[in-house]
């Protein structure tokens, strides 16, 4: 690997030198204003009176993204892993719609695909500050994945019951027109989301769906507990010592000696 | 009990064995893949296309059913004790309705209920990983019941009170027809889901409404927090042992030796 | 007091004998039966149908709480404190309207309010496995309850400024016709109730809902947390042990020596 | 400064005196009853019958802020810290559109501004108790302030991903006009406020929708397990000590000995 190379990849992809985080920061403003673009590109009042300049600037960072992937593969020591990485297929994706929009005509639905770019923010997340906080919200949520599973399982069949329930109960004529259209609304329902647009007429419908309501707001306590008891159970986690002489781990930091090998624990009283 | 009778028990109600899985796993896609069917069947447009397809599919789950259920009675020690379980009955009922609409004209409205035999899935907890997550939900949930209930009662009498109130206040020209139904609205915004079907018109109403918004809005922070502190307190439990000698409590149950006084502790290590 | 004062006494106001436990069944299920028929007489078409059946029902209940509300009186050691006592006026509330629509005309719509004996129920709770879990919320929520002022202060505050916003950005023509309306929305909005009898119309109105929503969306986090950490708080205090030289109290049970006087302690394994 | 400085001083700012007391209750209740004028004065309706009375009102509430407003610069140590300060900026605000509606006609909509004024009741949380309340809450909030922002942004960019998708999927014909304007649908939706004044109408869309219902109904849980758990974490770290003895942790604020050594604990009485 070429001295240039490592010095592009320390910018790019590094974030220790004032150089990676003046990069990083630019790329996140940049990231943003063009996904602005995009959205505002959508609307059609605006589209009428700057389509042009949008349609100019969007090229501009087209561009810009373009030379950031060239240089990203470039720079990379192993190129083919980058581009068949997640975030190099996104990076790609997020340039593909500009290019073709100039060689095919009609293609301009597409180009909101465009503000999937967005997911191109995450990179920021290696600035450490928000990774720590990133990586316990991981923890949180991977160490409680059964339940959370369970929990999801529980759901899925409630709103199908439900909704099949009510497509018997309140029929076509009042909105619930099939068991999938039913299921959509159990599941407006169970969220207390509540749109309105299809809603219970009958008095057995409206009963039924009483009961499909408070369900859906206790049961919220749920998922809230699972992932509540296992942050604290991780933050606890954090607060432990490992004995210097078998190695075991996680022991309550009040611990005097070993529970696995008896022999007497020096406890440094600045251990965090 | 015959060697056959024993092997098919053992595939069909057992997980251990490799067979065992592959049925269980065979099930779960049958069964989700036939509740889809029923859910596609009562859309209009599928069905004038594809009904007759669609019969065919659902005759062919319910022989596979059928042959299920009737392996399950064989292979019982007590059939009559399968028969009579709710999974049992469950079992049954979602063989029926296809049968029914063979026999009788007009019965196919009935036919949706064979969407319920998605409560067959919950047999695939027996999963040992799914299986403690569902546990503790299941042992929090039952260890706060009391709360649980003291809390439903007093959301039940808030609801009532209210709806009767809203009755008084804004009456049937707003949509407050009657009582059940004030109380329908009360329920539809305690639990935030806000239809919108009926909505308070008149300044006192929507006073009224509010007070009732913001205590739905705040009471959910109530069944969370029981949930939340059960659940901890569960978690707690399960993980500790205490010492018999110097009587240090909260040990976790990995311990061979007391963290305090360092003797050693006899660890049944089939304890919960 | 005479003795077949106390004798009702007991009956009534108390739940350790079994009289008194079937008494206090037999009420729970009149008053819930008595409430339905409320609520069903305000329904058109039933009171149209069953009115006269229902009327009849209504005065064999009002009846029977005369009764109970004399005895209560003529057994209670203190009649006056008894009578004055907020549970004492519920009782007399409930009764009165059934009188009144007998005397006068037009009253009839007041007799809904005789709904509010539901809050009668409330004495069931004496029942004493929930009497333990209604304590321990009403700790909790007394315990949190400067959090919560403040909370509820905040959000008050929050509401008030941006329903004057709103009126500002959206005006009478899009249903923001004055200000206290405006704040209504804004509650319909914080609470994520979300009626949409009233929603923003403009692209600046769509802006600052999309804020008030996240916001709303966050801040139960705030409830939540309070009402959580109260409970654990107050569950980790009853699993305390009391010096038995000082008298200090709270002390971690995992104490050898009290915190206090540093007198030793015998720490008994079968304390909860 | 001079001693009658220093009297209103003690008066305004303080709240140790009895004087001191009563002056911010009144305060309170002037500031809470002037914002009801302005709510009240923009109810059609009440403005022309009341119109007059309210206008002479709010100058007398005017007047008496005018005069607080002075009191508060001549007794500050440093008028110009006070007149500079987010609080005195407020206190200048809400008294600005009164007058400027007195010189210049049409200014009459801004002067909906002084409800704003609320804010300045925020100055009363001087009163200790809540002081308390709002310190741990605050304090909560700002020990979480990394997991909350990576929390805000996925959920942007989950919200930005959707709005496009559905734009997509459903198109203006269905009410998704424009990015933003689905950008907005997306976050009534996650937050399940749920106004339904646009609604997804295709199948594919609902399905869409369904799945953004069911992440934000989860993910309500993120946020209320990180406040909860940096609630707990602060409120167990603020009430202990550590021996320097024998290194025993987490001992109770109050301790005199060591409840695991029983040695003597320097406890400084003002540590917090």
Redesign the interface.
Known sequence: MKRWQQKIHEVIFGYHTTAGRVFDLSLLVAIVAS?LV???E???DLEQHYGEEMRIIEWVFTFLFSIEYIARIVSSPRPLKYITSFMGIVDLLSLIPTYLSFFFVGTH?LS??R??R??R??RI?KLT??M???Q??AT??WGSR????????T?S?IV??AG?MM??IEGGQNGF?????S??WA???????????I?PQT?FG??A??IL??L???I??????????????D?RRLGTITCSNCGEE?????????????S?LN?P?DQK
């Open positions: 996904v995009v959205m505002l959508s609307v059609k639905s909101v695909i503000s999937f967005l997911i923010v995450f997340l500050h928000f720590g906080g990133a316990q919200l949180a949520l059964h339940k959370i599973i369970v929990f999801m399982g759901v069949c199908v019951i099949t497509y018997l027109t099939s068991i999938p259209k299921i959509y599941i407006v329902t169970i969220t207390t989301v509540g749109y309105g647009d809603a008095i409206q009963t769906a009483s309501m408070i859906g707001y206790a919220i306590a749920v998922p809230t507990g699972i992932v509540t008891s296992q942050m604290m159970a933050a996680d022991l309550p930091n009040r611990s005097r000696f070993c529970l696995n090998c008896a007497r406890n009283p």
